[in-house]
């Protein structure tokens, strides 16, 4: 299991050139330079799940997925115009994960736990382990969103749409860039920022 971690929000359609220049702006606010970054953008079809990531040097491996400990500005901007809350995550496998909510463009909510902390009988066969783990951030948070912990887990391994901060999109709903696979049976979607 890698670290990695993201933006997590039930999926709703925006306009690609607006979730562009959020992005940008988002990306500054937190410090970084848009040059040569991509907003990575993952949606699980059948729960309507949508996962947002940075694909810039900054955000990979281990020290990457602990960037988003700290940099929640896309979060906070997507929660003032999105009817959803926004989850950021981290997934440490070594330390720790964390879950932190935003709605209209505030903090609600959020958890860190880390695994030094876990107080477990190693007497306890896999399934109490398992159970646990489902109280922990990413384990709450995966109920919340009608998935099971693992598949948050694997989010990375997911196929992606690349959004490049540096090109020029038209308008355009983001359910046009999304797998064809994933857009079977389902209904055009409110685009918000349009």
């Known amino acids: 299991m890698e670290a990695h971690g993201g933006y997590l929000c039930r999926f709703e359609d925006v306009d690609v050139a ?14 970084q330079s848009t040059t040569d970054v991509g907003l990575q953008v993952t949606v699980l079809g059948g729960p309507g799940l949508v996962r947002f990531a940075w694909d810039a040097p900054f955000t990979y491996g281990r020290q990457g997925a602990r960037w988003y400990l700290s940099h929640h500005a896309l979060a906070r901007r997507l929660s003032e115009h999105l009817k959803t809350a926004l989850h950021v995550y981290v997934f440490d ?3 720790l994960e964390q879950v932190m909510a935003y709605g209209n463009g505030r903090r609600v909510g959020g958890e860190m736990l880390r695994y030094v902390d876990v107080d477990f009988d190693e007497e306890d066969d896999d399934e109490a382990f398992e159970k646990l ?13 009608g998935v099971a912990r693992e598949e948050l887990i694997r989010l990375p391994r997911q196929s992606t749409v690349l959004i490049e901060l540096e090109r020029h999109y038209h308008p355009q709903p983001l359910w ?19």
Not at 18 to 31: F, K, M, S, T
Not at 133 to 144: E, N, S, T, Y
Not at 176 to 185: A, C, D, F, K, T
């Open 176 to 194: 046009q860039l999304v797998p064809e696979s994933l857009r079977r049976g389902r209904a055009p979607l409110r685009a918000a920022g349009a």
């Open 133 to 145: 783990k489902g109280k922990w951030p990413i384990g709450h948070l995966a109920r919340v969103l």
């Open 93 to 95: 496998p070594d330390e």
């Open 18 to 31: 607006w979730l562009q220049q959020v992005a940008r702006h988002a990306l500054e606010e937190d410090g």
